[in-house]
């Protein structure tokens, strides 16, 4: 059964900081990988897919990698800024179209 | 930018009542998904629908939950008599479909299922 782990689960940064969130899963059989968005009470915005023959995928200042191999991935957020406050979740598919799995999510404070 | 509509924002009832939660899927797209997130934990998955069948379900899609494509449109969502514990919010996700097909799932903005 798959599991997917988030570290950390919380992490506070000054404005302008560059950061990494992670993320492991224990299969990794994984047909790619997605990062999402979620502020509080709302839905998931998709941020970054990497198929799981990709080891990185670039969105403006978000740089996802993936190293299936060992089970990871990690999400780099460049200079950030207070509008990038969330939870940060990843998840994974086993195959095409079948259900993701879901890290606990990693919540992030920007603070100005 | 086409994307996933759900509908209520916000549902109250009673426990034992019947509840259909509604979602409107990116229009090109023919896998579409349920899932779950109590306050507080993770977000869980429930069922996934594709060519008008259940093709994948999650040990908490028991015979109190069904889903539904009534038309070309719309994919709902049906709990039969509603208990305390499935109280949370509901996301409805869609993708796309085949060969080279990214299968990146789009979510839609959610329902707040509230169980008195």
């Known amino acids: 059964k798959q599991e997917v782990t988030q570290i950390p689960a919380a992490l506070s940064v000054p404005e302008g900081e560059n950061l990494v969130l992670n993320c492991s899963f224990t299969d990794s059989a994984i047909y790619n990988l997605q990062w999402f968005r979620q502020d509080p009470g709302k839905g998931l915005t998709s941020l970054l897919l990497?198929?799981?023959?990709?080891r990185e995928q670039t969105s403006g200042r978000l740089n996802a990698s993936l190293d299936k191999s060992s089970g990871r991935s990690t999400l780099y957020i460049a200079a950030s800024q207070p509008g990038d406050s969330a939870t940060y979740l990843c998840a994974v598919p086993w195959t095409s179209g079948s259900r993701l799995t879901f890290g606990e999510g990693t919540q992030l404070t920007v603070n100005p | 930018e086409p994307e996933v509509t759900q509908t209520p924002s916000h549902q109250v009832t009673q426990m034992g009542q019947e509840v259909i939660l509604r979602c409107v899927p990116i229009?090109?797209?023919?896998?579409f998904y349920w899932y779950r997130q109590i306050l507080g934990q993770k977000v869980e998955f429930l069922v996934s629908f594709y060519n008008n069948e259940i093709s994948e379900k999650s040990e908490i899609f028991d015979d109190q939950f069904s889903v539904e494509r009534p038309d070309g449109s719309n994919f709902t969502l049906k709990i039969r008599s509603t208990k305390l514990e499935d109280s949370a919010m509901y996301f409805c996700?869609?993708?796309?479909w085949g060969a080279g097909a990214p299968y990146e799932q789009y979510f839609g903005p959610g329902t707040r299922l509230t169980v008195t």
């Open positions: 229009s090109n797209h023919l896998y």
């Open positions: 990497i198929q799981s023959s990709q």
């Open positions: 996700a869609s993708s796309e």
